[in-house]
């Protein structure tokens, strides 16, 4: 009973956390910070997949999102220098609308949820001896696998995806040549 | 008083309140790509929304069948399609500065005919 309590414990503060940073981030006006606040966001969705039991997404976060994404982000914001500039405040009607779309998309799909039984694994509950123990191999192995449940055509697709994204930003980003120059 | 803090704790959150909290994470990020005009931040408030996407799907495999992984690979799949998406997005706004200096989107009216 006792892991029960630190589990759900540690479900509402981290989604007190996560909410909060959330927040912090889409009204803050520094873009820095907004940064700051996202890597707040993805730390706390690691703790989320380690809840879920997804031990090795929760590593794949951290070093994808945190020290990845969220670095290069900071790198677009230097070399934008938009860190200069303080964002000019939207106008009221644009965030009116803005906040009774979103509030109107989580009214009505909180409302769904909240309504519709899902088919939950009975075995779930007690016995876990069903539940995969060492996801992390599992995901190895489907990752490679050829057979009809692998993907492993999606995972040579994203390394393509990956490496033709790397060449666009190399050559997009590219300083370009003063016309008419040498 | 703390009898009922310790039965309401007791229940671990299940599959309801992940959706709920997902869901508002997703309504925030939406907020967010609508009110920004800095283009750097609409392209923060997407990776909250990718992120709360990857959050359904991992806990759609936790609790409809905890016996497969096939929600944890197509997280993983997110996230990198996500990476690759920041990459391409950051060259664009790189090269548009170069440009333009200036990243508002509200200034990007060029291909207005």
Partial sequence: ???????????????????????????????????????????????????????????????????????????????????????????????????????????????????????????????????????TAAIGRALLDQGEKGYVLPFEIISLLLLSALIGGIVIARKTQPEGGK | MGENLVSFLEKTPDVSHWLVLSSLLFSIGLYGLLTRRNAVGILMSVELLLNSGALNFILFNRFISPGNIDGQVMSIFVIAIAAAEVVVGMAIFVALFQQRKTVDVTQMNMMKG
């Fill in chain 1, 1 to 135: 009973m006792i892991e029960n309590i630190v589990h759900t414990t540690l479900f509402y503060l981290f989604a007190a956390f996560a909410v909060l940073c959330a927040l912090a981030m889409v009204s803050t006006h520094r873009i820095l910070r907004a940064a700051l606040y996202l890597m707040g966001v993805l730390g706390a969705s690691a703790a989320f997949y380690v809840l879920l039991g997804a031990e090795f997404l929760a590593g794949v976060q951290i070093l994808v999102y945190v020290g990845g994404i969220v670095i290069l982000l900071v790198f677009a914001v230097m070399l934008t220098s938009s860190n200069n500039l303080i964002e000019e405040k939207p106008s009221l009607l644009r965030k009116l609308v803005a906040l009774i779309l979103s509030a109107s998309f989580f009214g009505i799909s909180s409302g769904i949820f909240l309504g519709a039984t899902f088919n939950v694994s009975s075995r779930l509950s007690g016995a876990s001896s069903e539940k995969i123990q060492d996801t």
